[in-house]
């Protein structure tokens, strides 16, 4: 199975809406790029003016180790020591759920990428607020697997879609019932995330289960 990149969305966007009725986006947006040390862009591709999609893309100047390194650190950037067990994204959810406490209109994140020196890192939405339910499980994973998903370090991939989903799992009656009633659940995002690698054209499938990389027809949700 010979892909190219974009090759894992099934459903490509085709426009973004207007986020002009989105109080205090421009705020959120400044807080991630302060936070971060990144530049931040939001699109919104809710079909209703009452309710936001927002497409969210960090561009970070750091390599995939530095971003993890950074997000695992003992310290905030503000170099107040975390409390035990605080969450690894606890300024990107403190942020987002302050953009939602000021807005009546339904906020969610359809994708969330992270492009970084080295890689690109997009999560997308599975479920109602679903990467912010999960962000912190994810990057916890994404940390404990490195090691696997980078063949010892040797290799880092230069595209990494979270989750993906085998082809034959999506056609069945299950997962269709689950896609279009929104009822995936938690553990969707850490089965498969698809990969590719600069040594070769075809797309690698990481198995969080063994953690071996391999190679089959799988897809991503997508809104």
Request: charged letters at 25%; glycine letters at 6%; hydrophobic letters at 35%.
């Amino acid at each position: 199975m010979s892909k190219s990149g974009n090759e894992f969305f099934n459903n490509p966007k085709i426009g973004t809406q207007s986020t002009d009725h989105i109080v205090g986006l421009e705020v959120f947006r400044k807080g991630l790029e302060k936070h971060f040390f990144a530049e931040v862009s939001i699109g919104n591709y809710g079909l209703k003016e009452e309710s936001a999609n927002l497409i969210i893309d960090i561009k970070c100047n750091l390599s995939l180790d530095e971003a993890l390194f950074y997000i695992n650190k003992p310290s905030t950037c503000s170099g107040r020591p975390k409390n035990s067990g605080e969450e690894k994204t606890i300024l990107f959810l403190l942020a987002y759920s302050q953009l939602k406490k000021l807005n009546t209109t339904t906020i969610d994140i359809s994708e969330l990428t992270i492009s970084l020196l080295d890689t690109t890192i997009l999560i997308s939405k599975i479920y109602d607020q679903s990467i912010a339910d999960q962000l912190e499980n994810i990057f916890t994973e994404l940390i404990n697997h490195n090691i696997y998903y980078t063949k010892g370090l040797n290799e880092t991939p230069f595209e990494v879609f979270i989750p993906v989903f085998e082809e034959d799992t999506l056609e069945s009656d299950v997962k269709l019932k689950n896609i279009v009633s929104d009822n995936n659940n938690t553990n969707d995002y850490f089965g498969f995330w698809g990969m590719y690698y600069d040594q070769t054209e075809e797309a690698a499938i990481y198995d969080l289960n063994t953690k071996t990389i391999i190679f089959g027809d799988i897809q991503i949700l997508s809104e």
